[in-house]
């Protein structure tokens, strides 16, 4: 039976404001509804960008703009709070309790999505990390291998970065997202780009780590995360299969033009017997659910 969905990955802007590169605008609250509406979404986590490195305009968006769209809607929207690294004067000593609290406080649910250029071993990202994993809260972060021209926590192609985070903050659930990440899921040469009908090869550097590590978690949304289950379909079934309590539906719909294809492709699977029902609602919206706390059944995603 198909379900409505938790989409994990959203931006939403109050205003239309400066343009993107490519002269379009992040969507408007009534903009995501619709095409909530259209894709068979429930809800929703909005992903505030608050710092000039999180996207292509310099332009950045408060957690508290966040929190008013989801007051405005309470049964559409929840919020993530993001932190940004270079915080308190770049102190690598500085302590964020007080403003965790205080977003928590607010109602956010996790922290995301995390775009600043810098590794991981930064100690001003390493000493972040610590009050996350204080507060034992999912992590949503782009990444990539690129240190000019790009956004996203750097890291090589081997993930050295990610598996000493992951190794030494084991109480924050890391989201891992972004074509550099979703990538590595393949043992070939390949480390960027969007592979669309590429044979995934074995030896992906990420199911290497989510098999070594359970606090590493897969952020589907994007087209990188529609081309890593879809790409190679038999192992995108095989990869769902395996991680089905650590994957989560996502969107990522950042223009209005964009046309996201993960809800039909998951209903596609279903319907044609290639995934069960249990997986299915898994990934489509139980395990958010679960990571997030929130006090939603069966009830609230039925078509």
């Given at each position: 039976?198909?379900?409505?969905?938790?989409?994990?990955?959203?931006?939403?802007?109050?205003?239309?404001?400066?343009?993107?590169?490519?002269?379009?605008?992040?969507?408007?609250?009534?903009?995501?509804?619709?095409?909530?509406?259209?894709?068979?979404?429930?809800?929703?986590?909005?992903?505030p960008e608050v710092h000039y490195e999180s996207n292509d305009i310099g332009e950045?968006?408060?957690?508290?703009?966040?929190?008013?769209?989801?007051?405005?809607?309470?049964?559409k929207f929840c919020f993530f709070m993001n932190l940004c690294p270079h915080s308190f004067y770049k102190n690598p000593e500085a302590d964020y309790s007080p403003l965790i609290e205080y977003y928590l406080e607010m109602g956010a649910k996790g922290v995301g999505e995390m775009c600043e250029n810098m590794t991981f071993y930064d100690p001003l990202m390493d000493n972040m990390l610590m009050y996350v994993n204080k507060y034992k809260l999912p992590l949503i972060f782009h990444m990539t291998h690129k240190e000019l021209g790009d956004y996203g926590i750097r890291d090589d192609e081997n993930l050295s970065g990610l598996e000493?985070?992951?190794?030494?903050?084991?109480?924050?659930?890391?989201l891992g997202h972004s074509g550099d990440f979703w990538i590595e899921i393949s043992g070939d040469d390949?480390?960027?780009?969007?592979?669309?009908?590429?044979?995934?090869?074995?030896?992906?550097?990420?199911?290497?780590?989510?098999?070594?590590?359970?606090?590493?978690h897969g952020d589907l949304s994007?087209?990188?995360?529609?081309?890593?289950?879809?790409?190679?379909?038999?192992?995108?079934?095989?990869?769902?299969?395996?991680?089905q309590d650590r994957l989560y539906f996502g969107q990522d719909w950042c223009s209005p033009s964009n046309n996201m294809?993960?809800?039909?492709?998951l209903d596609e699977l279903l319907e044609n017997g290639e995934i069960t029902q249990e997986v299915y609602d898994k990934v489509c919206w139980k395990n958010a659910v679960k990571l997030l706390g929130l006090n939603l059944t069966a009830e609230d995603f039925k078509l």
């Open positions: 039976m198909k379900m409505k969905k938790f989409d994990i990955h959203c931006h939403v802007y109050p205003e239309l404001g400066f343009p993107r590169k490519d002269g379009s605008f992040y969507l408007l609250p009534d903009q995501m509804l619709e095409v909530f509406e259209r894709k068979n979404v429930a809800r929703g986590v909005i992903l950045v968006q408060t957690v508290e703009e966040v929190a008013e769209i989801c007051r405005q809607y309470p049964d000493n985070a992951l190794r030494k903050w084991k109480d924050i659930t890391f390949m480390h960027t780009g969007y592979p669309s009908g590429k044979p995934v090869v074995p030896g992906g550097r990420v199911v290497e780590l989510m098999r070594k590590y359970p606090n590493l994007a087209g990188s995360g529609y081309i890593a289950i879809s790409r190679d379909r038999e192992f995108g079934i095989q990869f769902l299969n395996e991680f294809m993960h809800s039909e492709y």
